[in-house]
Each structure stands twice: as structure tokens, then as C-alpha cells.
């Protein structure tokens, strides 16, 4: 059963954010909508700018104990958002026991795909090289963190241990499913705004390519994977179909379908019961995949 404070969160969203977005059609009218601030920085934890692989980024550590890897890759539609923007999310997940950094990848439609993929793979590379770690990202990010899984594969770089994926988009194709039945359920998404973004990242390239729809591309061999997604989002099918391909695939994946949240519910952590509950889950279910977790599991069991 969702929270009293679930309801009002997406009538908040869908009375706030629906329309405006519907109506944007311009990279600059969807940033003034995306990156307008909503909640405070978490505290408790360090935000220091840096560059990892060449690309430019945020580190955000826990002031404490230096926890464990993870590379978050914010979402925003491919055209918005930056690292600054997604402190909420960032800063709960490091908080959770992780030190994180968040590439600022370039953004379309000034940077066209694949500028994000091959900034995203670059920072990659560098962070992985530098030990084992996860990864995570939400709407966008998710879809990029999905897509940096196949290209660590086909570069021969070292694969994330785990990847939560909350809400990510992973079908430029398709346009049934939820995207028809939650056309109108969705607190934050009206399907126009969709189609006006799609473009903006696609440049004229291919969308049932898999480093842009990763649902057309072979999960075989990924790490394991955490899906998160709202029952009412037009994104719900982007990850259940995804989830059930990665599956079938043999991967280990785990999918949760929340009630009532909308779009990117994780950054009202400081507010939301069902934001801190994904978040509390996604951390759980990344640290007991890690390395080190495995591997004291192991000498228990012997």
C-alpha cells in the first residue's frame, strides 16, 4: 500500500511538472523544468568537484567511512541535469556507505548520442581501473548505466559487481504498453514530452540501436541488476520488458514495482517513505553483491 505522502507527492508533481513539460519544446524550456531545485542537499556527507578518465564530475563521499564504489549517472532526458543537480539521490546513496562519483557527461542537443555513452565509457574506464565498483542511475542515467554494461564487455573493461537501475528508459521504439495505458496515470510524463525529447538525443541515429535502447541489445553476462520503477509511470514497461530480457539472459535480476510514486521518487528521501525505502533496498541489495561482501559470505559458509 503506497503512503498518504506518496499521494500527495505525485499530485504535487502531476499539478507542478506535467504541464510545463508537455508544453516544452526546446532543450532550454526542459532544463528550466528539470533542474529546478526541489530539495535540499543531503548533509552529513562531502560534495568536491573532480575529473575521472578525462570527463568532469563530482565527487560525493560519506564523511565517515569510505564505503564502497559507485559511479551514479544522473538522468534528465539526456538534455538536462548535471551531478549538482541530482545531490538528493547522490548524497542519500553515499550516505548509505558509498563514494561516488558522478560524471557530468555532455548533453544533447548541443552533443547529440553517442557524446554520453562515450563520456560515460571513458569515465568508466578510468574508475574501474581503479578497483571494483557498482553502478547506478535513474530515467536516463539508467539507460546509459545499461548501456555502459554492453560497452565494458565489448572493450574488454572490468564489469560493475552490480547495477541498480531506478526507472531507467531502454526502448526508443516502442510506443505500446504503458506508454498507452499510463498516458495518462503518469504524474510527470504526458507522452508529448517525450517525443519532443526523443529527437533532441537521437541526431538522426538509429533508436533500435542498442547503445540507444538497450532493451534490443544481449544482456548476457551483465552483473547482477536491481530495477525500480512505478506502477503508474509511462517508463514501467522500459524496465519490466528490460528485467525480464536480462533474465532470461541468466543474469540474477530483482524487480520492484512501486504504487502511486511518480518519475524519480528516490530524490524525496528526505520526505518520502517509499524514496528511502528503494534507496535503502538498492544499497542492500549493491553491497551484499560486492566483492568483499561475497567473498566474507563464502569463508562463513565453509
Not at 568532469?56 to 564504489?69: A, K, L, T
Not at 553515499?94 to 544533447?108: H, K, N, V
Not at 524496465?239 to 541468466?250: F, K, L, P, S, T
Amino acid at each position: 500500500m503506497a503512503s498518504l505522502r506518496a499521494h500527495i507527492g505525485a499530485y504535487m508533481v502531476r499539478t507542478r511538472v506535467r504541464g510545463p513539460l508537455a508544453r516544452a519544446r526546446d532543450a532550454a524550456a526542459f532544463r528550466r523544468i528539470f533542474e529546478a531545485p526541489a530539495f535540499p542537499d543531503p548533509k552529513g556527507v562531502t560534495y568536491e568537484r573532480g575529473r575521472v578518465g578525462g570527463v568532469p564530475g563530482e565527487w560525493v563521499r560519506p564523511r565517515s567511512d569510505p564505503g564502497r564504489r559507485m559511479l551514479y549517472i544522473h538522468g534528465g532526458g539526456f538534455i538536462a541535469c548535471s551531478p549538482r543537480t541530482h545531490r538528493p539521490v547522490t548524497g542519500a546513496l553515499a550516505s548509505r556507505g558509498f563514494t561516488i562519483f558522478a560524471p557530468d557527461y555532455r548533453l544533447a542537443p548541443e552533443h547529440p548520442f553517442p557524446a554520453a555513452v562515450e563520456d560515460v565509457a571513458a569515465a568508466w574506464e578510468a574508475f574501474g581501473a581503479e578497483g571494483a565498483a557498482c553502478v547506478a542511475g535513474e530515467s536516463a542515467g539508467g539507460n546509459l548505466a545499461l548501456v555502459l554494461m554492453g560497452e565494458a564487455r565489448s572493450r574488454g573493461l572490468p564489469m560493475p559487481w552490480a547495477a541498480a537501475l531506478f526507472s531507467p528508459a531502454t526502448d526508443f521504439v516502442s510506443e505500446d504498453g504503458s506508454r498507452v495505458t499510463n498516458a495518462w496515470r503518469d504524474a510527470m510524463f504526458d507522452p508529448k514530452a517525450l517525443a519532443a525529447i526523443r529527437p533532441m538525443y537521437l541526431g538522426g541515429a538509429d533508436p533500435a540501436d542498442p547503445r540507444i535502447s538497450p532493451i534490443y541489445g544481449d544482456p548476457t553476462g551483465f552483473p547482477p541488476l536491481l530495477f525500480h520503477v512505478g506502477e503508474r509511470e509511462v517508463l514501467r514497461d522500459d524496465a519490466v520488458r528490460m528485467a525480464e530480457r536480462a533474465r532470461a539472459a541468466g543474469v540474477e535480476t530483482e524487480l520492484k514495482v512501486f504504487p502511486v510514486v511518480s518519475h524519480a521518487w528516490q530524490f524525496a528521501a528526505g520526505v518520502l517513505p517509499e524514496a528511502r525505502t528503494s534507496l535503502d533496498e538498492a544499497a542492500a541489495f549493491l553491497k551484499a553483491r560486492a566483492p568483499m561482501a561475497r567473498a566474507v559470505s563464502g569463508n562463513r559458509a565453509r
